[in-house]
């Protein structure tokens, strides 16, 4: 049985439509018109339980729409959703209990001056903890997220980054089944973000929760996720693993060349020259045309390394994210 | 139940919370003080001038001060620090923390942390009442002061409804903030709504039910409590109690499917 | 002062229009402020049936109610924890002046959405202003307007020292709610303190100038509030200035 399993989700919001000046402003008092904006078209996919999943896409692609529906904070206009075999905008207790939604930009709520261990023991009450499951748990968690000096501290008095790991253990205290996690590591600093992305795994493979993570980070999602899921203008556009998405979005591939003499001449009856220097050079190839171009080369020239490459997967998803999926 | 003990859990913490601003924690009691005394002292200035006002003599409308400040104390301590600026919660994603609890939404979000320092205003609303009643030279029978208790319980219930209602405008009308209103109004409560003039009387009491926080409560000690105004103000709260739910859901309905 | 005043009209325009984005939350504010002067009409209404005079002096009351409504613990105060005090420092020119503007814009505001409910007043309750007195009570306003603004920049700059400016002020209020003439008109205070709440400054921010307007004093009392308003002005704003003075040293010293 899938984790999560979504059939033609679809979500639709109704926004008033201003115009400009005091006559419309008086006109739509009396009969508004709305613009109907289509945040999500009609998605599937299935998640299969420890799955870890990276869902990625533009801004305003209806990433974070889709898992507010999954979370339960939307109700969808149409379509399916069973996560853990529950309906999510019914908003069950025994559903909320089992998962866990964390915002990158917002890993805490509840009352600032609060210190890390009254939150704790706050998600204990509400999510009826037993006691010792949240001494193991959370000694579980603090190995892991290193804790120990944060759970006396306010957390008002957090930085950025401790706020997350805050977060991530007030989220996880409980042992939710699916995580949702958009966006984890916005705006951390480096080691923060390592060690973020080795949480996750590391809880992911321990526990065997599933994980649905939306990030604009590519290498997130390059070390989390074996699947990816890219949405576009709310359709899906490649459901598949990290490997296949660059070879299916990017009708080209890298070929790098290094030659023994200066002589390189016109670079540019091989391939489209991404970057040159002296004796080296990187040239955009067509997919098809990769076998042809290099054994040109190795002919033409005398080759002292080459090397063909997916394009890197950052360079991959700006293209698709400014042109749209082809 | 389980409600309670998450309602006696958050109550610690705030209180904790609180203790630890201690400079807060002076000025707030001070100003509590100071408020319970001035609104004595003005309602003292006019008795110098009347020995009754609207039906009301001195005693009386010192009892009624004291049951309007126990309830401003409840509001200030329990509701107000939840749903002040609701519009904002709504807007900033505050409430979908709310959401993915698995605790009824309309708990949390308008019982779910509280202001413990508020308890002094009712503590000085209990002396007040008390002092009312020995300027009275009064000892209220046991009818009375369960009266008092029922009226006051339905007081609360309807306080308690209201604000969430306002608050829950913010589904709808997210721009309009009324909480500076909702104060500004609650204000009447701290006279005898017999001193206002007719329509506004009425609609102090079946519009903006502001009579039954302080004048109804109070005139049941004072003055007693017929049987039929008892069951009227148990029904209305009650009533207030199930109309608040009915709303939150719809809003919540509306803001499931309707914001981004 | 020329240039002082072309700054001030500055921002006073500017801040009227800035607070025109939320006119809304502007006419919640004016009820608010309305209260407690439609309170004591109820209640000295109902107190004193057929007083005369009663409610002319309440209408008159809301009017500078309005006219003098002053925000610096909002303002003022929220900007020196914001930080925002600093960018105020740096101006070429006294820096009071963007508070002040906005106070000024407030009460503009507060004066234009207020005129319904002025209006509503006047024909439901009955008033009967004459020319002479309201001339009297013009000078009285504008001098109430000064002070009640100086009163309420100097609570706010506590801002400087403590985190609580806000119930400072809010104490300062208080004061003004008991002994200015909103609770009660100082002319029905007892006998015996009556003559220390003409003499307090809240009266003069305040009741004032509704008692000459609603013609419950006579010649030589206005004569006297007159002098008092003078004196409280001079008093508080050399107040202000020495409190200001200390609380810029400390803030420039600490960094903000």
């Known amino acids: 049985m899938s984790a999560i399993s979504v059939r033609d989700l679809s979500m639709t919001y109704r926004a008033p439509v201003r115009e400009g000046g005091l006559r419309a402003a008086v006109a739509s008092l009396v009969r508004r018109r709305y613009r109907e904006i289509r945040a999500v078209r009609e998605i599937s996919f299935e998640v299969g339980p420890g799955e870890v999943v990276g869902f990625i896409g533009p801004n305003g692609a209806g990433k974070t729409t889709t898992l507010k529906m999954l979370s339960g904070i939307l109700h969808p206009t149409d379509g399916e959703a069973r996560v853990l ?82 977060g991530l253990a007030l989220a996880l205290v409980y042992r939710p089944r699916v995580l949702f996690l958009d ?104 997919r098809q045309d990769v076998p042809a171009v290099t054994a040109r080369v190795l002919a033409e020239l005398s080759v002292v390394d080459l090397a063909v490459e997916e394009p890197p997967l950052e360079s991959v998803m700006d293209r698709v994210y400014r042109e749209g999926v082809a | 139940m389980r409600l309670l003990r998450l309602f006696g859990a958050t109550f610690s913490i705030s209180l904790r919370r609180q203790l630890a601003f201690r400079a807060d924690l002076a000025f707030q009691a001070l100003t509590t003080v100071i408020g319970v005394a001035s609104g004595l002292a003005a309602l003292g200035i006019v008795y110098t001038q009347t020995r009754s006002l609207g039906g009301w003599g001195l005693g009386e409308a010192v009892v009624l001060l004291g049951t309007y400040q126990i309830v401003s104390g409840v509001l200030a301590t329990f509701i107000e620090p939840n749903v002040v600026w609701f519009a904002g919660q709504v807007t900033s994603g505050k409430l979908d923390d709310v959401l993915l609890k698995p605790v009824p939404s309309i708990f949390l979000a308008s019982l779910g942390s509280c202001a413990p320092l508020g308890l002094t205003q009712v503590a000085m609303g209990l002396a007040v009442v008390g002092a009312g009643l020995r300027e009275m030279d009064a000892i209220p029978r046991a009818y009375n002061l369960f009266g008092w208790l029922v009226m006051l319980s339905a007081g609360i219930a309807i306080t308690w409804a209201s604000r969430v209602l306002l608050a829950s405008l913010a589904f709808w009308a997210p ?82 499917s309707a914001t981004s | 002062m020329r240039r002082l005043m072309r700054l001030l009209s500055a921002y006073v325009w500017r801040q009227f229009l800035e607070v025109m984005a939320w006119r809304e939350f502007v006419v919640t504010l004016t009820i ?66 963007p508070t002040l503007g906005m106070n000024v814009a407030m009460r503009i505001w507060h004066l234009l959405v207020g005129i319904p409910l002025i209006a509503a007043l006047v024909l439901v309750v009955g008033v009967s202003l004459d020319a002479r007195h309201s001339l009297l009570a013009v000078p009285a306003l504008v001098l109430a307007a000064a002070l009640r603004f100086v009163f309420t920049y100097a609570l706010a700059l506590s801002a400087l020292w403590t985190q609580q400016a806000h119930w400072v002020v809010g104490f300062g209020e208080t004061l003004i709610f008991l002994l200015g003439g909103s609770a009660a008109p100082i002319t029905l205070f007892p006998e015996g303190v009556r003559p220390l709440g003409a003499a307090l400054p809240f009266r003069a ?45 400390r803030y420039t010293a600490v960094g903000g």
């Open chain 1, 85 to 166: 075999g529950f309906v999510p905008w019914r908003r069950e207790r025994e559903y909320l209990r089992r998962i866990a939604m964390i915002r990158g930009s917002q890993p805490i709520g509840g009352p600032p001056e609060l210190t890390v261990m009254d939150s704790l023991r706050f998600q204990q009450l509400i999510y009826e903890v037993q006691d010792e499951e949240f001494k193991r748990n959370l000694s579980e968690l603090d190995e892991m997220l290193d804790l120990g000096s944060l759970l006396e501290r306010q957390i008002r008095a957090l930085s950025l980054g401790e706020r997350m790991r805050s």
């Open chain 1, 183 to 286: 966006e984890p590591t916005i705006g951390l600093d480096v080691s923060a973000v390592q060690m973020i992305r080795s949480f996750v795994a590391t809880y992911s493979r321990e526990t065997e929760a599933t994980v649905l993570l939306t990030s604009h980070y590519m290498a997130d999602v390059e070390t989390l996720c074996r699947r990816i899921v890219l949405i576009d203008h709310g359709c899906i556009a490649y459901d598949g693993d990290l490997m296949g998405l660059s070879a299916t979005l990017s009708p080209y591939k890298l070929v790098r060349v290094a030659v023994s003499d200066g002589a390189c001449g016109d670079w540019s009856r091989y391939g489209e020259v991404v970057e040159s220097e002296p004796g080296r050079v990187s040239l955009r190839v067509g």
């Open chain 2, 175 to 256: 721009a309009m903030e009324l909480d500076v209103v909702y104060g500004a109004v609650w204000q009447f409560g701290r006279y005898p709504v017999s001193v206002y003039p007719q329509p506004v009387r009425f609609a102090l009491t079946w519009v903006l039910p502001v009579a039954f926080v302080s004048t109804l409560p109070a005139q049941a000690l004072v003055r007693g409590v017929g049987p039929a105004l008892l069951l009227l103000g148990t029904a209305i709260g009650a009533a207030s109690l199930l109309v608040v739910q009915l709303v939150w859901s719809a809003g919540l309905r509306r803001y499931t």
């Open chain 3, 32 to 97: 608010n402020q309305a209260i407690t002067p439609l309170l004591g009409l109820a209640v000295w209404s109902a107190a004193l049936p057929g007083r005369s005079g009663i409610s002319t002096y309440y209408v008159a009351l809301l009017v500078v109610q309005l006219m003098t409504v002053s925000y610096e613990h909002h303002t003022l105060s929220n900007g020196i924890y914001a930080g925002e005090f600093s960018n105020d420092l740096l101006k070429p020119h006294a820096t009071v002046l």
């Open chain 3, 205 to 249: 921010m305040l009741g004032f100038p509704a008692e000459i307007a609603s013609g419950s004093l006579s010649g030589a009392e206005v004569l006297a509030g007159y002098g008092w308003q003078v004196l409280w002005l001079g008093a508080l704003t050399a107040t202000a200035a020495v409190v200001w003075r200390s609380g810029v040293r």
